[in-house]
Nanobody, 124 residues
Framework: QVQLVESGGGLVQAGGSLRLSCAASGRTFSSYAMGWFRQAPGKEREFVAAINWDGRTTDYSDSVKGRFTISRDNAKKMVYLQMNSLKPEDTAVYYC?????????????????WGQGTQVTVSS
């Protein structure tokens, strides 16, 4: 079992930065691939970024590539999403998720555990 709690969301102006954090519990956290997804009002939950168990492999959606960076600290059981050059279209609830295997990381059904989400609002 893995429990996930996101934090770090808030209101920021366009062009600004935020860092989201995801705190995990569970003895097997370091073996899980981790991902970030987001859901804007009236839209489907979409893939943002993923990282494999040791942090050496990452993947990003085209919409955030070059602006967002995912990282993890297995000793602290934490996953981060550094978001730079934020745009109003980045406004959404951001979710942290854990998957047993780093495979098709863009697919929601690959993830076994989800956090409750943290709101990010980018004003123009």
């Amino acid at each position: 079992q893995v429990q996930l709690v996101e934090s770090g969301g808030g209101l920021v102006q366009a062009g600004g930065s935020l860092r989201l954090s995801c705190a995990a519990s569970g003895r097997t956290f370091s073996s899980y691939a981790m991902g970030w997804f987001r859901q804007a009002p009236g839209k489907e939950r979409e893939f943002v970024a993923a990282i494999n168990w040791d942090g050496r492999t990452t993947d990003y959606s085209d919409s955030v590539k070059g602006r967002f960076t995912i990282s993890r600290d297995n000793a602290k059981k934490m996953v981060y999403l550094q978001m730079n050059s934020l745009k109003p279209e980045d406004t959404a609830v951001y979710y942290c998720a854990a998957a047993r295997v780093y495979f098709r990381t863009y697919a929601r059904d690959r993830y076994d555990y989800w956090g409750q989400g943290t709101q990010v609002t980018v004003s123009s």
